[in-house]
């Protein structure tokens, strides 16, 4: 099985004006917008890929980082190496509930890839993201939007690429459909990397239905993230060597030389989730979901920790303060959480059940089918 480290490794040999850009380049570039760079680039700097790998081996806090693999093959590439990283941002408000970060690559061939970043470990953006559920738009993609809007006016000449993993997805369809007219005349394609989608108005605005055509939606065979609410558009099954939620790890995509490895369509398992969801969200008001979003990252703040690696490290104090701060709640609060958090479970199980009892039902048939041509060849054919 090969993935995107060894796709570096087979074609990143390759410039662009000899293998023109694909998909694997565009999650490659998404995932480039993971890593820290908040030392190594600011403001208004522009930095080679080859050059930022220089400098992020070198820094003590990140000699050490898991990903230093994929830079390294990324910098020593001739496909990547001379690429430039510019308006590198980075930013975290819990006031606003906003976690936003993106970056834009420059390519050889006079276009650029703006990256927007996903859900990073932070509390206030496992928040922000939950927020998709009770809010039409949330602070990050607003801040999407205005980020577009500047780098497509800075670098007025070049074809426009925009993408990014799980939220990054989300933000790069977000950003490419409410952009101004002109901006998304020069917009060569929207990519998707197994990100959430958006509720009913906007998925069904003139605006969306404008360049739903630009959009390419990238998702593993048992996705759950890029599952979430409304995505139209082109989508493609990927084969994943994990298993579950793993699969929203980029680095399990099954790659060949010049693609991805496709599948027919999603597992059984990712359309019940994806059913199950849809029916508890219609049977949970938006005020109630706000309320017990609320709730729970109330008690996740009551920690005073900021991301869930220090919650790791301080699990069983942390955990104390957690139980402790859900017992103070008033009963009815208590109460509304549970039944809500129920409610999902109950759902689940009855869909879950439900294909099953349909798995048996063609089961029975395809057993029942030696029985029907043994009836016609005996004339039996009213049966």
Same mark, same amino acid.
């Given at each position: 099985? +090969? ?6 490794? %087979? ?14 380049? $565009? ?5 480039l917008a993971y890593y820290p760079f908040d030392n190594i680039l600011k403001d208004n700097d522009m930095l080679s890929i080859r050059k930022i790998n220089k400098i992020f081996k070198k820094q003590e806090e990140t000699k ?14 001739? #496909?990547?190496?001379?690429? *430039? ?5 980075? !930013? ?7 976690q936003f970060s993106a970056m834009t690559i420059l390519m050889p061939d006079n276009s650029m890839y703006v990256a927007f970043r996903g859900t990073d470990s932070s509390i206030v953006g496992w928040k922000e993201n939950l927020?998709?559920?009770?809010? &039409? =738009?949330?602070? &990050?993609?607003?801040?999407?939007? *205005? ?10 000449? #070049? ?6 993993? &799980?939220?990054?997805?989300?933000? +790069?369809?977000? +950003? ?9 005349? #020069? ?21 969306? !239905?404008?360049?739903?055509? *630009? ?11 890029? #599952?979430?609410? $409304? ?15 793993m699969q929203h790890d980029t680095n399990t995509w099954q790659v060949s030389n010049t693609g991805f490895e496709i599948l027919e369509d999603t597992s059984k398992g990712s359309k019940i989730l994806d059913k199950s969801i849809?029916? %508890?969200?219609? @049977? ?18 009551? @920690? ?10 301080? %699990? ?32 689940? *199980?009855?869909? %879950? ?6 798995? $048996? ?6 057993? =029942? ?15």
């Amino acid at each position: 099985m +090969a993935n995107i480290l060894d796709y570096l490794k %087979w074609r990143g040999d390759l410039k662009l004006k000899h293998s023109k850009f694909n998909e694997i380049d $565009n999650v490659i570039l998404s995932s480039l917008a993971y890593y820290p760079f908040d030392n190594i680039l600011k403001d208004n700097d522009m930095l080679s890929i080859r050059k930022i790998n220089k400098i992020f081996k070198k820094q003590e806090e990140t000699k050490n980082d898991p990903g230093i693999e994929f830079l390294d093959l990324m910098g020593k590439s001739k #496909r990547f190496g001379k690429m *430039k990283i510019t308006d590198y941002v980075n !930013k975290h408000d819990i006031k606003n509930e906003k976690q936003f970060s993106a970056m834009t690559i420059l390519m050889p061939d006079n276009s650029m890839y703006v990256a927007f970043r996903g859900t990073d470990s932070s509390i206030v953006g496992w928040k922000e993201n939950l927020n998709l559920f009770v809010k &039409s =738009n949330i602070p &990050s993609q607003i801040e999407a939007v *205005k980020y577009l809007e500047k780098i497509a006016r800075k670098f007025p000449d #070049r074809k426009i690429r925009v993408g990014g993993h &799980s939220k990054g997805g989300n933000l +790069a369809i977000y +950003a490419s459909v409410f952009s101004d007219e002109d901006i998304k005349d #020069r917009i060569i394609n929207i990519y998707n990397n197994d990100g959430p989608g958006f509720n009913n108005k906007i998925v069904e605005s003139r605006k969306y !239905k404008q360049m739903v055509d *630009k959009i390419n939606t990238y998702i593993p065979q048992s996705s759950i993230i890029g #599952r979430l609410l $409304n995505n139209k558009g082109k989508y493609t099954v990927i084969n994943s060597s994990e298993k579950g939620f793993m699969q929203h790890d980029t680095n399990t995509w099954q790659v060949s030389n010049t693609g991805f490895e496709i599948l027919e369509d999603t597992s059984k398992g990712s359309k019940i989730l994806d059913k199950s969801i849809r029916d %508890w969200l219609e @049977t949970i008001s938006v005020k109630q979901r706000e309320e017990v979003i609320n709730v729970v990252f109330d008690i996740l703040y009551s @920690t005073e920790v900021e991301n869930f690696d220090e919650m790791g490290e301080l %699990w069983f104090e942390k955990t104390k303060k957690i139980i402790n701060t859900y017992k103070d709640l008033d009963k009815e609060t208590r109460k509304k959480v549970i039944e809500t958090i129920k409610e999902f479970w109950v759902i689940s *199980k009855k869909n %879950w059940l439900e294909e099953h009892e349909k798995i $048996n039902n063609v089961v029975k048939g395809v057993t =029942n089918i030696p029985n029907k041509i043994q009836d016609v060849m005996n004339g039996n054919l009213d049966r």
